[in-house]
């Protein structure tokens, strides 16, 4: 049995052993199971999708155990699956809270991203898609998703609460669940800080049980895993709109770069990269991954896309699918201890008082001090690709800058690269560099434009 499962996924013949492969897909569960406890918080959240959590908590564990179970026995590669950061902020925050998209249609879009992005997987226009975007404005997304990300941490945590005059300001920092939230980033930054394998996830469930033990965090009210809530309510027929051609676009694209980006640092760290630079089944994985989205949308949640914690596992031992498998067990195997993990990703309600035209008006915030330190970390950590924009040349620096700083104030990641997108295309054209834009670039832009007059975006 043994001798097979090596033979099957070449376990031998890429230099690992069964044992590395087992502690590679541990490591990579316990560096990304984080996402169970946050993936529920933020689709969830009143001001976003509102999504019934217990519900999609079930169908993060489902989606990112199918599709990463998928990777590893067809694409034979070490690399774990999930709902995306920065693509479940763009799913509540933007597309539900901000373009009033009810979260079925929602769903819809993600399916269609997903199935597109499956079709291009078959051919060669994926490396067209990949290659239209430049560089520059690919830094710039994730960065300025990072610190979109990391905004919607602080918020979450209360360190930032709406003011009057000045839109935000600081919280009220002796206040229990802020308290709670301060511990829980300070924790989980010493750890980052140290090189902590699982470093979020150890921070998370620290911040979760001082929370409990001092009756900060109580147990979700109501919470039942279970996925008839969301499960196959996506409503695609309404999002086949050209109003939402942003939208479908924009999901597409990060899953794209963000799987591509993935493929090559893991495969570079588990020297899997051929001669040429070439990434072995890479078509397969793009296929995988693709697949995983359109399961992820018809079980009730966001994009699902691959993950960069999956380095943690190769840094383990792993260097085969076998790898992506177990981390696809463990997931599975999470499901009955899920009303315990609901704990962590339980609201906090605070009290707060805000003065709009003179007069005070108390608001209830809900916070989630456990998952909040997780968002900050992570925007973090893709926020750190900042250096690597061409600053130097404005027709690159501007479009990045904007791209960067619209997401975050706008609180839309969309709006964040429809800005980009449009002003690399027009301060190219103007400086004379009309070669260095792709052509699929214009007719990304001129939709983008196109939307924005119609009012549909």
């Known amino acids: 049995m043994l001798q097979r499962v090596d033979a099957w996924f070449n376990v031998s013949g890429r230099g690992s052993t069964l044992a590395g492969e087992i502690t590679g897909g541990v490591t990579t569960f316990v560096a990304m199971a984080y996402i169970i406890f946050v993936n ?5 959240d009143p001001a976003g999708a509102a ?42 925050y933007t597309i539900c809270a901000q373009m009033k998209v009810p979260w079925q249609t929602a769903l819809g879009i993600v399916v269609i991203s997903g199935v597109v992005f499956l079709m291009l997987s078959l051919v060669k226009f994926r490396e067209m898609v990949i290659r239209a975007v430049p560089d520059g404005l690919k830094f710039a997304a994730a960065c300025g998703i990072g610190l979109f990300i990391a905004f919607i941490g602080l918020k979450n945590a209360g360190i930032i609460v709406p003011d009057g005059a000045t ?51 109580k147990p979700m009210e109501g919470f039942v895993p279970n ?34 980006g993935t493929l090559m640092g893991v495969s570079e760290a588990a020297g899997l990269r051929r001669q040429d630079g070439g990434i072995p089944n890479a078509g397969a994985a793009l ?26 596992g190769v840094a383990a031992g792993a260097r085969t699918g076998l790898a992506a498998v177990v981390t696809g067990v ?12 609901a704990l962590f990703a339980s609201p906090v309600p605070l009290e707060h008082t805000v003065v709009l035209g003179g007069a005070p008006h108390t608001v209830t915030l809900l916070l989630y001090p456990a998952t909040s330190a997780a968002l900050v970390i992570v925007g973090f950590q893709m926020a750190r690709v900042f250096p690597k924009i061409a600053w130097d040349d404005v027709s690159e620096g501007l479009p990045a800058f904007l791209t960067i700083i619209v997401m975050p104030l706008t609180f839309s990641i969309s709006d964040g690269l429809a800005a980009g997108f449009v002003s690399y295309v ?32």
């Open 40 to 44: 529920p918080a933020i689709l969830g």
């Open 287 to 312: 296929a995988c991954d693709a697949a995983g989205t359109v399961a992820g949308g018809l079980l009730g949640t966001s994009t699902v896309t691959s993950y960069i914690e999956s380095a943690a």
């Open 426 to 457: 027009i301060l190219k054209l103007v400086r004379g560099k009309v070669h260095q834009v792709h052509p699929l670039l214009y007719v990304i832009s001129a939709a983008i434009v196109l939307g924005y007059i119609a009012g549909k975006i």
């Open 330 to 341: 463990l997931f599975f195997l999470s499901i009955p201890l899920l009303r315990i993990v």
């Open 227 to 260: 996925l008839a809530a969301v499960a196959l309510k996506a409503d695609v027929r309404s999002a086949l709109s050209f109003a939402f051609i942003v939208p479908i676009l924009t999901f597409l694209f990060f899953d794209m770069f963000d799987t591509v």
């Open 51 to 92: 999504m019934d959590r217990g519900a999609v908590m079930m169908a993060t564990v489902l989606a990112s155990g199918l599709a990463s179970v998928l990777m590893g026995l067809l694409a034979g590669l070490p690399i774990a699956l999930a709902p995306g950061m920065g693509m479940n902020a763009l799913f509540s």
């Open 167 to 217: 839109f935000v300001a600081f919280g009220p920092l002796w206040r229990p669940p802020v308290l709670l939230s301060l511990f829980a980033l300070i924790l989980t930054g010493v750890l980052v800080a140290f090189g902590v394998r699982g470093a979020i996830l150890v921070g998370l469930v620290a911040a979760g049980l001082a929370g409990y033990a001092f009756g900060v965090v």
